[in-house]
């Protein structure tokens, strides 16, 4: 299958800072890729799909100039989340497909503001 | 896609086969059977998937009704290791990328 690589695994921040989260996709070109959130006790749920060269396209309700998404590359997306409080404290996870197969996903990143 | 449903939780021995059921009464005819496990605090991980044949990997085997209603995902020889949560997830396949939408998932623990 695909490897995902995602960084950083965790990382604390202070709030009102901003903190990017990088994914990468490592032996395919991905043109699509899709960041979740997942909260304690709770499933994924999508966020916002990422193609490259274009906008990003947001679920309902998040925020688009607080999750700043940009895939500049076939094989880097990386997630903003600018100026964070403790509410955005998450496990943050993205994912890759090669078109309508099965999906690979990275190790996730365990965001904590304090 | 259509909706899935899975129990909340299953208990299973070590070195036991593990059969998790997922009932999918809605499902179309161009929709897939996906099943992926999370397991704590990492990324979830893709085990297998199917249209109407049952499927074997190294994994599991994947065993779908004749109706495609329902199916179960089969761990054959449970270890610790195997403890997660196992999602099953249905959606189209073919065409560009499409994200998933899971579901609350089987949490399955794997008993010494």
């Known amino acids: 299958g695909a490897v995902v690589s995602q960084h950083p695994s965790w990382v604390i921040c202070k709030s009102g800072t901003s903190v990017k989260i990088e994914c990468r996709s490592l032996?395919?070109?991905?043109?699509?890729m899709f960041w979740y959130r997942q909260f304690p006790k709770q499933s994924l749920m999508l966020m916002a799909t990422?193609?490259?060269?274009?906008?990003?396209?947001?679920e309902q309700g998040v925020e688009k100039d607080k999750f700043l998404i940009n895939h500049a590359s076939l094989t880097l997306s990386t997630l903003t989340v600018t100026s964070a409080h403790p509410e955005d404290s998450s496990f943050y996870i993205c994912s890759v497909s090669r078109g309508g197969t099965e999906a690979f996903f990275g190790q996730g990143t365990r965001l904590t503001v304090v | 896609d259509a909706k899935t449903t899975q129990p909340t939780s299953m208990d299973c021995a070590e070195g036991r086969a593990a059969n998790l059921p997922c009932n999918h009464s809605t499902i179309s005819g161009n929709e897939y059977v996906y099943w992926y496990r999370q397991i704590h605090s990492q990324g979830p991980q893709y085990i297998i998937h199917?249209?109407?044949n049952n499927e074997t990997n190294e994994m599991a085997s994947l065993i779908i009704t004749e109706d495609r209603k329902s199916s179960t995902l089969i761990l054959p020889h449970a270890t610790l290791r195997d403890t997660a949560v196992y999602y099953c997830?249905?959606?189209?396949?073919?065409?560009?990328?499409?994200?998933?939408?899971f579901g609350s998932g089987t949490q399955l623990t794997v008993l010494p």
């Open positions: 199917g249209l109407k």
């Open positions: 997830i249905v959606r189209a396949g073919g065409g560009s990328a499409r994200q998933l939408t």
């Open positions: 990422s193609n490259e060269g274009s906008k990003a396209t947001y």
């Open positions: 032996d395919f070109q991905a043109t699509t």
